[in-house]
């Protein structure tokens, strides 16, 4: 059961805000800041244990039932806000597009993760989802705070509503799986783990929902939050770290592909959204190798790798290699062809692991 102690997971990273606010114009500026604001307030939040007030989460009482609610803060700053849309009242075609949205996300998320790993949703004990659209004024990020998913509506200058792109949701949620299963701790090469097992999963979810194969994915992150204002396709990109936006207002994407390349810093949690470039590549390049679904090998070895009772929450990128090369080990066979594939994929990266990693036995 995920813990009361909550930290705020941001889609969108301070970085770019930050760039937003110095350079943008006086409107953009203005939506910047006042998002970098609340972020930072949240932020400050996180480190009391009962930071939120909403009451502890109810349960499922059947096995495997979605149960999805969605409120609206009719932008305020207030949480949940409104209930607009139940499991027994969803929304209907003709309703409001950020409330189908949300609806349809969460219930994505939540049947990917029950139709592949047999998961009962984020806590695998059927926890409730609950979102809040319409949260603020022209707030710029979508996050998840522990008990339920937040989405701003953006600026409309430069990001579009934040409940467009199902990956960012189904990324945001799976630090709900991620803080229930690994508590993998949010700073530094943990902390990027954290965001690139988020990015996995979120692009997991909106390649099952739409049919893709490792081919014809996209292997991009937050696809259609950009305006036409901005010179991008994304976010992030799983498949070339570093090439998802060049643009005089937000910058260039600073993600690195390989550990040469590894950013130092303090910032953003040092790091966290940048250096997830490196794991998300080695995820990429293994998932491209073993061609078909990515849900059925790759992601299947780094969802039981996230499991795994070797995964201490301050474990970095060379132990996590080692990790889900002994999976695939145990899961396929030690010195089968998906294990070589997983250690080349990271040695590609430039961490280098041997197929023949000693094998830990799954947590049960």
Known sequence: MCSTRHSIFCILPPHILRAIAERGTLEERTAASRTLAVDSTFRAMRAAPMAFAAPPPTFAVQ?????RTIYTA???QQLPGTAVATEQNPPTASADAVIVEAFDGLGATWDFYFDVFDRQSIDDEGMPLNATVHYGNRYNNAFWNGQQMVFGDGDGR?????TIALDVIGHELTHGVTQDEAQLQYMFQSGALNESMSDVFGSLIKQK???DTTRSADWLIGEGLFTSEVNGQALRSMKAPGTAY???VLGDDPQPDHMSKYVNTY????GVHINSGIPNRA????????????WEKAGRIWYETLRDSALRPTTGFKRFAKLTVSTAGRLFGPGSVEQEIVADAWATVGLSVSATAVAVPLRA
Do not use: E, I, M, V
């Open 74 to 76: 009719n932008n305020l």
């Open 63 to 67: 096995p495997a039932a979605k149960q």
């Open 267 to 270: 910032d953003d949690n040092g």
């Open 246 to 248: 060049s643009d005089p």
């Open 158 to 162: 430069l990001f579009k509503r934040f």
């Open 209 to 211: 929902k739409n049919g």
């Open 283 to 294: 995820f990429y390049l293994a998932a491209y190798a073993f061609d078909g679904y990515a």
